[in-house]
């Protein structure tokens, strides 16, 4: 059975946790798309694990994690988040890295950050991690893939075509130019290192598929970061919705059993862009500091707003979600006045659905329906019926409007704060 997990908003929905969680039951977990612009963090038996590139399926000895084609990888990265798992006592894990995922190169990260310093007032807000630039070569076919450390002549063919490309840019935009021998020692070091990992990951998710193992797809970012279907050009390089999934992992897409929608109970967006129920007031602020909504990844304060029901909507019609994970309750807790936004409000119309120039989305402003906050503490709750009477109402609220059935409902960051709503696994 094939399960995708899917950030519904702007990322940070809590799909780190969630996945973790469901890994118990699967036997492959897969990084489809992104790289260490993500930043997903788990917490067991209280230690807290912050991935970025890695599956979050690694702290389970059991499970075979793998990053697929549609990922782009930042080798040196890569190792340095093994080594800090290894020194957190996370020594058994099994890696498989796709041979046809791009690698994040040095240069990638030097153009990241002077494109967002060009830019000026227009910058993207990006993780500076050189995603884009990643992704805009693999589309201009001067990637490097991460199977060709493995081919050291190939390697440095393409290097000696495509660095001179990559330095006249870098000299363009007044940054330091990459030696070629040394850029490639460099990267043929890592070759003894990861060349366990490196395989053709689409040849082995298929015949995965074939032998009927439980597979969980973990998409990073969110909906409205989608390169195709989000608030464009402040989005992300790839795209995060399970529709993406099939050509990123090349799995058929009739092989895809459920999907998994992760919403927080709130919003929040890092980064540049519009942001329709943001809260730049007192209770946006409660909000980001009972949620430490600070970025993992940057440490940015991330921006907070109450939960918009026509972003989370827009991307449960788009990927066909089938079940909801509804995420962060607990921070919701004695937030009053307590909103829902349900509509826009765009140049005097009443609208449903995210208007596709930013101009537009910066003129929109939230239409709420106002909900029965709650007072208890909800984060030792484990079982649906004993949330609070107000608490299920919101809950109730969200799969009304969204047509979706909420499967689980998190009430905190650990592991075991769970609460399951749903059945899913006896739902195929
Ligand atoms: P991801 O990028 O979608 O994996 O999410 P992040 O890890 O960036 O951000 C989610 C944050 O919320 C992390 O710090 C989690 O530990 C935390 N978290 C996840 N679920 C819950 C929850 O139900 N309650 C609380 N209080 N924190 C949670
Ligand atoms: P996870 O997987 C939140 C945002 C950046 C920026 C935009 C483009 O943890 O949910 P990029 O570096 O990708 O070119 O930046 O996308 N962004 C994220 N925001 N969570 C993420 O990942 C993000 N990954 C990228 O802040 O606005
Ligand atoms: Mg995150």
Redesign the pocket.
Known sequence: MVFVLE?LQ????G?GKITDYLASHMDIVCRHQ?GN????SLVVNGVRYALKSLPSGIINPKIINVIANGCVVNLFSLIEEINTLKEKGITNFNLYISSRAHIIMPYHLDL?GAYEELLKNGK??????G??PCYSDRASRLGIRVGDILEPEYLKKRLEEILPIKNLTLRMVNKKEYDLEELYNKLISLKPILEEHIIDTSVFLRKAIKEGKNILFEG???AM?CLDNGTYP????SSPLANSVSINASIPPQSISKVVGIMKAYTT?????PFVTELNNEIGDTIREIGHEY????KRPRRVGYLDLVVVKNAIEISGTNYLSLMLLDVLTNISPLKICTHYELDGKIIDYIPSTISELNRCKPIYKEMKPWKENISKIKDYASLPKETKEYISFIEEYCNCKVAFISVGPDRDATIIKEDIFNDW
């Open positions: 950030g702007w990322g940070d929905e799909k992104g612009n993500a930043g997903h990241d993207i807000g990006t993780t500076k991690k995603i884009g990073a970012q969110g970061l402040y989005v992300t390089s967006r890092v980064g540049e862009g970025g993992t990844v940057t």
